[in-house]
């Protein structure tokens, strides 16, 4: 026998500390997400692959491959992050009245990306049926925010005494932005300012008991 044998193997059985991969790079998570709306947009969910959205992105298939192990979780997180309007509910129009609260968030920019993110939610319509974290993330992203907004402005109203306490403003704040994918999706027609005005005056307006155009 040896001196080496009679040496122990601190090695035999010992826990070997883990080897540390090459950490994954997300600085350019944001390009590829707007990137894979935009693709999405254009061609539809069936038809978009992750190829297209590497090549938008200028980045390497690989990369996204490593990020995303499937197109649906892809277009999951790229809805998820889709900008938010220039509003939020802490940051509203205030012009002393309902109709010219909600008039006042009717802007070009705001057109522009009302009619993109019904576009991303025409391209993902049938999936939505069969893809529950689909569906949730297009409301979080594309509905719910806009409902918010009108709930805040409705609320406020509320509050100043303009429109009653009983009103049903849960209700009533989804009918613009429902009227709105209606429009888009089904009748296959832009939502312009002159449709939303109406929808203001011949509708909200009404059904929460004040008077079309005041």
Known sequence: MTQQDLVPDVT??????PKLGRKRDH????????AAVEVLAECGYERMTIDMVAARAKAGKA????????????VVDAIACMKQGEYSPDNLPDTGT??????????PHSLEESERKLQVMGAVASMMTRDPQLAEAVGAAIT?????????????????????????IETIAQIGPSMAAYRTLTQGKPVD???????IDSVVLPALGLPPGG
């Open 27 to 34: 600085t350019r998570d944001p390009e590829i997400l707007q």
């Open 98 to 107: 309902l109709r010219g609260d909600l008039l006042a968030m009717i802007r």
């Open 193 to 199: 300012r002159t449709f939303l005005v109406s929808i």
């Open 144 to 168: 719910e925010p806009r409902s918010a907004l009108n709930r805040a402005l409705m609320q406020r109203a509320v509050d100043r005494g303009e429109v009653r306490a009983d009103a049903d």
């Open 63 to 74: 990369t996204l491959y490593r990020r995303w192990a499937s197109k649906g979780e892809l």
């Open 12 to 17: 035999d059985g010992a826990e070997q500390p």
